[in-house]
C-alpha cells in the first residue's frame, strides 16, 4: 500500500518501513500510524526535522486516551533513527500505562443469528457493486475462522487454497505467519464469492478488494459491522462490540464445544493456539475466563495459578 509523507520526517519514515519490509516484517499497520505521525508534523511542528522530547510528548498527548499505543509506534520509530545514527528521543518504556482493555462481547445464539442475517441483507450500492456479497462473506469468515480484522481485510486471491481448503494467513501479527484448514461449508462460500468478484474486478489481487483497487480499510470494517449490528436489532443494551469480538467468540465457542464433548483441553488448547496465531498458550487461556460458570467443576480449575490473567495481546489497528 502506498502512503503519501510529506513531513520531515517523510525519508526516514519511508527508510523504516523499507527496513521492516526487509525483515518480513508487515508495515500497513506501522505506516498508518506514521501517516497519522506525518499528518501531525506538517500540522503542528511544519518546520522540525529532529525527534525531539516536546514533538514526542505533543504526539501521545494528542491520542485521545490511545497515548500508550502511540508511544509504542514513536519509541520504534526513535529506535530505527539512533541506529542509524540520528539524534532522537527515545521515550521511556512503560511511561505511559497501558489501558486496560475491555472484555470481549460474548454473543448469544439470538445476537449471532440477527447479525448475520442482517449482514445477509446488507444493501448494494451502484459505486460497490460487491458491497451485498463481501459484508456477509467477509464476517462469516472471520468469525468461522477466529481471524483478526487486519488479517481478513488484507487476505490476497492467492492466499485460498480451493484445492485443499486452506487459508495462508501472511504478514500475521509477531510475524507468525500460519495456514488454516477451513470448514469445508465456509470454503464453498468463499469460493462462490470468488466466482462472482472476479466477474466484477478481473484479475483482482485482494479477496475483499475495494472499488479503488486496495483492500478495505480499518474504519470500512468497523463501519460495516456496526451497519450490521444496528439492521439486525440486537441493540447495546450489553454494551457496544466491535469486529474483534467475532474473533473472541472464536475462541470462546471452540473451547464450550471441546468441553462439550470431553476433550482435555490441556491437550488442545495448543492447537487453538496455533491456529489462531497467539504468541503464548496463556494468550489462549484467557478465553477459560469468559466461559460459563459450569466450567468451575473442571478439574484444571481447582489449580491455583494455572489459569494466568493475561492483558489481551491485541491492540487496534
Known amino acids: 500500500m502506498n502512503f503519501k509523507f510529506q513531513s520531515h520526517f ?7 518501513l523499507a527496513y521492516r519490509a526487509t525483515l518480513g516484517r ?18 503542528r511542528f511544519p518546520s522540525e526535522s529532529l525527534l525531539t522530547k516536546e514533538l514526542v510528548f505533543a504526539w501521545c498527548d494528542d491520542a485521545n486516551g490511545s497515548s500508550g499505543y502511540r508511544a509504542q ?31 470481549p462481547y460474548i454473543f448469544s445464539e439470538t445476537e449471532l443469528r440477527r447479525f448475520f442475517e442482517a449482514a445477509d441483507k446488507f444493501p448494494g450500492y451502484r459505486n460497490s457493486p ?11 469468515l472471520q468469525y468461522a475462522c477466529g481471524m483478526r480484522p487486519q488479517e481478513v481485510r488484507l487476505l490476497k486471491r492467492i492466499d485460498f487454497n480451493f484445492a485443499d481448503g486452506t487459508i495462508y494467513i501472511a504478514e500475521a501479527k509477531h510475524c507468525k505467519d500460519r495456514r488454516l ?13 470468488d466466482r462472482i468478484a472476479e466477474t466484477v474486478i478481473p484479475g483482482r489481487i485482494y479477496f475483499f478488494q475495494s472499488p479503488t483497487g486496495g483492500v478495505y480499510s480499518h474504519g ?3 463501519a460495516k459491522f456496526h451497519q450490521c449490528w444496528e439492521m439486525s436489532g440486537n441493540g447495546n443494551s450489553r454494551g457496544a462490540c466491535v469486529p474483534y469480538d467475532l474473533r473472541h467468540n472464536y475462541a470462546t465457542q471452540t473451547l464450550m464445544r ?16 496455533a491456529y489462531m496465531g497467539h504468541a503464548t498458550f496463556s494468550a489462549t487461556f484467557y478465553y477459560l475466563h469468559l466461559l460459563p460458570e459450569r466450567l468451575n467443576c473442571m478439574d484444571f480449575m481447582s489449580v491455583s495459578g494455572i489459569i494466568p490473567e493475561v492483558r489481551d495481546e491485541e491492540e487496534t489497528e
Open 258 to 273: 471441546w468441553i462439550e464433548e470431553g476433550k482435555d483441553l490441556n491437550v488442545w488448547i495448543p492447537y487453538l493456539c
Open 130 to 140: 460487491l458491497l451485498e456479497y463481501t459484508v456477509p462473506v467477509v464476517f462469516r
Open 220 to 222: 470500512w470494517l468497523t
Open 181 to 193: 484448514a477451513v470448514n469445508p461449508d465456509v470454503m464453498g462460500m468463499c469460493m462462490n464469492y
Open 26 to 43: 508487515n508495515t500497513i499497520g506501522y505506516g498508518w500510524n506514521l501517516a497519522n505521525f506525518d499528518r501531525f508534523c506538517l500540522s
Open 10 to 16: 517523510s525519508g526516514r519514515i519511508r527508510d523504516m
Open 73 to 103: 509506534i514513536i519509541r520504534g520509530f526513535a529506535r530505527f533513527l539512533i541506529s542509524i545514527g540520528e539524534e532522537a528521543f527515545l521515550m521511556p518504556p512503560g511511561f505511559f500505562p497501558p489501558r486496560k482493555p475491555d472484555l
